[in-house]
């Protein structure tokens, strides 16, 4: 899970340096790291990453990366740590 987190963190840097290929690009990377960790939440859980994942897409569209910031820091990677972090997952 350390590396889900820190994807998050670049891809963070990258909305903020406006790097909008390499951020496309490392977007679908971090969907591919994330779907291992879906087979280990519940119904709900996985509800809850989709409801996320489906408003960092409505962000993307929008372009507005000050909200797929705070989407990927105060939701994903809150949720993350509160519901990963407590099975020791790493």
């Known amino acids: 899970m350390d590396a889900v987190i820190k994807r998050i ?15 496309n690009k490392e977007l679908l990377g ?3 790291e994330l779907i291992p960790l879906l087979s280990m ?4 859980q996985t509800r809850v990453i989709n409801e996320i994942l489906s408003l ?6 929008n372009q507005d990366y000050l909200l ?3 989407l990927l820091e105060y939701e994903m990677k809150s949720f993350l740590s509160n519901h990963l972090c407590e099975r020791n997952i790493n």
């Open 56 to 61: 960092l897409n409505i962000a993307l569209s």
């Open 41 to 44: 939440l519940n119904e709900e």
């Open 9 to 23: 963190d670049y891809l963070q840097n990258l909305m903020f340096t406006r790097e909008t290929a390499a951020l």
């Open 68 to 70: 797929m910031a705070d």
């Open 30 to 32: 971090f969907t591919d």
